[in-house]
């Protein structure tokens, strides 16, 4: 079956055709960075118009490159949530509209499953069962994941989640936004031992996360060093911005290590825009070696939202039989422990 894979429910919007027999066909991404980086966070209304703006055109070009025409199509998955209502509905409207105007099924597709599932694109894929880091700047979550669509939430964050994290303390350091990659990049001029930033939440047991208390000492340690008006100095900057990636970074890899502990799994896989992070692909390395695990991300460009994952997602509960009603269903708040299980028809 040959998926059309639609992706809007933030800021990029993303196209990709999968097939189940030969594998991703085609695929393109349009991000709105540049739109947004005058108001340092995504503006949701902005957000949509541009996916309005750029859907159709992404999507012919995606066909053009894959070779597919329409009557190639056998289904179309659409981010259906979580995410922005106005952008969801902008890919849910053209998705389910496609789908009955080529007369094929539809899927809405969970975007947190989407990224769950995007290192099974890669050559070498993880089998189930396996432990799931997901970490995006919605969400973070560990997940015990038996097969697809049967997921056991272990512990997410109580407050911010890890991406929200490293965008607000990026913006402190008066870096631009995305601030995860601004960040890793600053961080690498930074000297590991100057700064100990706290690691939340490890010195208790439970699989639970939070960030908030991290931020404020973020921003203390920015105002203990900087002079009237002014941030601290460049050398001070990117210590800082390597304090707080360790302190996240480490945080995470204690608690996947416990996650793998209490399941008894050997098998982690991590996904979500946080999931490009080099610095946490290191440590979770140096962490599962110890302990004989091993562990599965996506290439660099599916960590981040991309359409890829979701033809791939939808793909799957397509050929089991799975398709929308009549109707655009796009949902804000979706907690992904209430998918149904992935059975064949
Ligand atoms: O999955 P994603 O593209 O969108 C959501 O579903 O939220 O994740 C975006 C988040 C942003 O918060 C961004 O700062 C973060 O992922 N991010 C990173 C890196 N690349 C993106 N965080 C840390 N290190 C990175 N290299
Ligand atoms: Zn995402």
New binding site residues.
């Given amino acids: 079956m040959r998926v059309l894979g639609i992706e809007t429910?933030?800021?990029?919007t993303g196209v990709a055709v999968y097939d189940s027999e030969q594998g991703l066909l085609a695929h393109t991404l349009y991000s709105q960075v540049a739109v947004h980086a005058e108001y340092g966070g995504v503006v949701p209304e902005l957000a949509s118009r541009d996916h309005v703006r750029k859907l159709l055109p992404l999507i012919r070009e995606v066909l053009a490159d894959a070779n597919t025409t329409s009557a190639d199509i056998g289904g179309i998955a659409y981010t259906a949530g979580p995410?922005l209502i106005g952008a969801l509905m902008v890919g849910a409207s053209m998705g389910r509209s496609l789908a009955y105007a080529w007369q094929v099924p539809a899927v809405g597709v969970h975007?947190?499953e989407g990224?769950l599932l995007a290192p099974m694109l890669e050559e070498n894929p993880p089998e189930f069962p396996f432990v799931a880091l997901l970490?995006?700047?919605?969400?973070t979550q560990l997940v015990e994941v038996k097969s697809i669509g049967q997921y056991r939430i272990l512990g997410e964050s109580l407050d911010d989640?890890?991406?929200?994290a490293?965008?607000k303390a990026?913006k402190m350091l008066d870096l631009d936004?995305?601030?995860?990659?601004?960040?890793?990049r600053l961080a690498t001029q930074g000297d590991t031992s100057r700064f100990k930033f706290p690691r939340p939440m490890t010195d208790r047991p439970g699989l639970d996360f939070s960030f908030s208390g991290l931020k404020t000492y973020t921003l203390n340690t920015i105002a203990k060093h900087r002079g009237d008006d002014v941030l601290p100095d460049d050398q001070t900057m990117a210590d800082i911005a390597c304090a707080f990636?360790e302190a996240?970074v480490d945080t995470l890899a204690i608690k996947c290590r416990r996650a793998l502990e209490q399941t008894g799994l050997r098998t982690l896989i991590i996904?979500?825009?946080?999931?490009?992070?080099?610095?946490?692909r290191e440590k979770l390395s140096d962490s599962l070696a110890k302990v004989n695990g091993e562990i599965f991300y996506a290439r660099h460009e599916f960590?981040?939202?991309?359409g890829a994952m979701i033809a791939y997602a939808g793909c799957q509960r397509l050929l089991a039989g799975q398709q929308e009603a009549l109707t655009i269903r796009a949902i804000p708040r979706w907690p992904m422990d209430t998918l149904p299980p992935l059975t064949a028809v």
């Fill in positions: 429910s933030c800021d990029e995410g975007h947190m990224h970490v995006s700047g919605g969400h989640a890890a991406g929200e490293f965008d990026a936004y995305p601030g995860g990659p601004e960040i890793a990636q996240v996904a979500g825009g946080v999931s490009a992070n080099t610095r946490l960590c981040t939202d991309n």
